[in-house]
């Protein structure tokens, strides 16, 4: 039988290991990370030598059990053994969907342990690739309450208040961890609901909400034990469950009269081409201008959603501004 009062032996972050991102903040903070954890090893999705099962039954053993395993949004334990089990089992849930981004089981986004968990099967399909909100109806299993709310009107899922936190933690360290670089998904936290619930687009939501939920649900032993078995598979941390202060350093500014949830100032345009309607990656308060190439105002707005049907097909510059009317970055977008 495993005691809880292990876990915080294994607790052991390397000496020096977040160096080069000690006094930083903001997308600097991010960039330093990203290079601090990039590269892992990686394993695959299924296979008779070492895999993502195999990793699972270690990451989440139950600690009053050693053959069962702890299912992610249930809390239920289950006899490790029974990896999917011809559906009877249990099975792998992407917290990052594996949609957001296209990347299924690929190794890599697809095959890292620091966002799969084991899952009740029924429940997993339930959430399905919903993004991560607070809402009001409860998710029953079969009429077995779960912890778990959703919406009959809205494509969110709200997990159990044990696991709320990880979820925000292991959101972060995907968008941290998955660049755009290598032929890799660069994913991205963003502060709405997309119109478009089967977008393929690698982001993920509800950024305040997971600014929120990383608070509220603070990193447990059981969260610090996990990290440090995926460090000894994978050679890369989470480092949200290290130093959980990063989130606030990353996605959160503050001004002189509140705490804002903020996308670092690295904002993204698609698609790209555009038949006319443009999604912007918009954190609160930002100015999107939409200029021609003879630098006429086509359309102003503060919304992520930016329409500009009816104009002639060409070459659009997408400016954003902030505070002051300072501008953060402008981008070009082929309209067709």
């Known amino acids: 039988m495993l005691s809880t009062a292990l876990f915080s032996l294994f607790a052991q972050i390397p000496e020096g290991y977040y160096d080069d991102a000690e006094g930083l903040s903001g997308n600097e903070l991010k960039t330093a ?26 990451t989440d053993r139950d600690p009053s059990n050693p053959d069962n395993v702890i299912l992610f949004y249930t809390g239920w334990s289950v006899n490790a ?4 089990n011809s559906g009877s089992g249990w ?13 299924g089981t690929d190794m890599g986004p697809g095959t890292d342990c620091h966002h799969i968990r084991p899952c009740d099967i029924s429940v997993n399909s339930a959430r399905n690739n919903r993004w991560f909100d607070e809402c009001s109806t409860p998710y029953l299993d079969n009429g077995v309450e779960t912890g778990c709310y959703t919406s009959y009107d809205i494509w969110v899922w709200q997990p159990r208040d044990a696991v709320k936190g990880d979820v925000a933690r292991m959101i972060f360290y995907m968008a941290t961890r998955y660049e755009g670089e ?28 997971l600014l929120k939920w990383n ?15 995926v460090y000894s598979y994978q050679h890369n941390r989470n480092p949200f469950v290290d130093h959980p202060e990063y989130v606030d350093k990353i996605w959160k500014v503050t001004t002189s009269t509140a705490s804002v ?24 308060g930002l100015e999107i201008t939409v200029y021609s190439i003879a630098g006429t105002v086509v359309k102003k707005t503060s919304e992520h959603i930016v329409h500009i049907t ?27």
Not at 81 to 84: M, R, S
Not at 91 to 103: I, P, Q
Not at 310 to 336: F, H, Q, S
Request: charged share 30%; with cysteine; glycine share 6%.
């Open 81 to 84: 053994a029974q990896e999917y």
């Open 91 to 103: 099975n792998r849930e992407h917290v990052w969907a594996k949609s957001r981004g296209d990347f």
């Open 33 to 58: 990370l990203y290079n601090i954890i990039k590269g892992h090893t990686e394993y695959p999705y299924t296979s008779s030598s070492t895999d993502v099962w195999d990793i699972l039954k270690e």
């Open 182 to 209: 290598n032929g890799e998904p660069d994913l991205r936290v963003i502060d709405y609901l997309p119109e478009d619930d089967d977008t393929e687009e690698p982001v993920h939501a509800k950024l305040d909400v």
């Open 261 to 284: 949830a903020m996308e670092p100032v690295d904002v993204h345009v698609y698609p790209n081409p555009s038949t006319g309607c443009i999604n912007v990656d918009n954190p609160k």
């Open 310 to 336: 009816g104009v002639t097909p060409g070459i659009y510059l997408v400016r954003v501004a902030g505070d002051e009317n300072m501008t953060i970055e402008t981008m070009k977008v082929v309209v067709k």
């Open 215 to 229: 608070e509220e649900d603070p990193v447990d032993d059981f969260e610090r034990n996990r990290n440090e078995v």
